[in-house]
């Protein structure tokens, strides 16, 4: 079954717009942790922030924002103010801490254009 | 900071050749993973290790091995490389159980 799923391949954004990006989960174990990476063209995933499945509030890191809906088992990105350097591939991603794998899951991804 | 380095980050090789694909970290890390990337399908888990010697199958192993010798390095082997392993090859590595991951650049690597 797949535990990660975003389901928006390709998303456009106006410059200095806020864009969401989907992100739904599966799991049965209650502690998790939930991740968002960045990978430019050059290939490099670049970590952008994480969830705890048991903190309380929301994450945050700069322009970026995780909005975690646990009972919906949605982790949606949220960017705002788009640069152009925000074009890039990005990647929701989980690891549950009960099962004793230390790996991340990954979901498909979603390629984001910034346009000017 | 953690360094990840992969040794190459472009090859070509033949069908049928074995193909080494090396990883190094700097920072003492006991986990080492490897994934292939290839489009609309994200990153996939190839084998991980969590020692010296020690490897673990991952979501898709099949055509591939690996080799971790020493900690700092783990190695993916294509035995007989396939043109269906054309893809980016993504290393990374993490300490215990932590939640900090460190990726290297990635290999792409094409198989003729």
């Known amino acids: 079954a797949q535990k990660i799923t975003q389901t928006q391949p390709g998303m456009f954004v106006q410059e200095k717009e806020a864009v969401t990006l989907d992100c739904t989960y599966d799991?049965?174990?209650?502690?998790?942790?939930l991740f968002w990476y960045k990978q430019p063209s050059s290939g490099e995933m670049i970590f952008l922030i994480y969830q705890g499945s048991y903190d309380q509030q929301n994450a945050t890191e700069g322009r970026y924002s995780l909005n975690f809906q646990k009972a919906r088992k949605s982790a949606n990105l949220v960017i705002s103010a788009s640069q152009l350097g925000d074009s890039a591939m990005y990647f929701c991603?989980?690891?549950?801490?009960?099962?004793?794998?230390?790996?991340?899951?990954f979901g498909s991804g979603t390629r984001l254009q910034v346009q000017p | 900071d953690v360094k990840v380095t992969q040794s190459s980050r472009y090859l070509v090789k033949r069908t049928g050749e074995k193909v080494f694909l090396e990883c190094v970290q700097d920072?003492?890390?006991?986990?080492m993973f490897w994934y292939r990337q290839d489009p609309g399908l994200g990153l996939r888990l190839i084998y991980f290790s969590y020692d010296v010697k020690m490897k673990e199958k991952g979501d898709i192993p099949e055509g591939y091995s690996v080799s971790r010798e020493k900690k700092e390095r783990f190695s993916l082997i294509l035995e007989s490389a396939s043109t269906n392993q054309t893809s980016m090859y993504l290393c990374?590595?993490?300490?215990?159980?932590?939640?900090?991951?460190?990726f290297g650049s990635g290999t792409r690597l094409t198989v003729v």
């Open positions: 990374a590595s993490s300490l215990g159980t932590g939640w900090d991951y460190t």
């Open positions: 920072m003492d890390h006991e986990n």
């Open positions: 799991t049965s174990d209650p502690s998790y942790g």
């Open positions: 991603a989980m690891r549950e801490r009960d099962t004793g794998r230390r790996a991340l899951t």
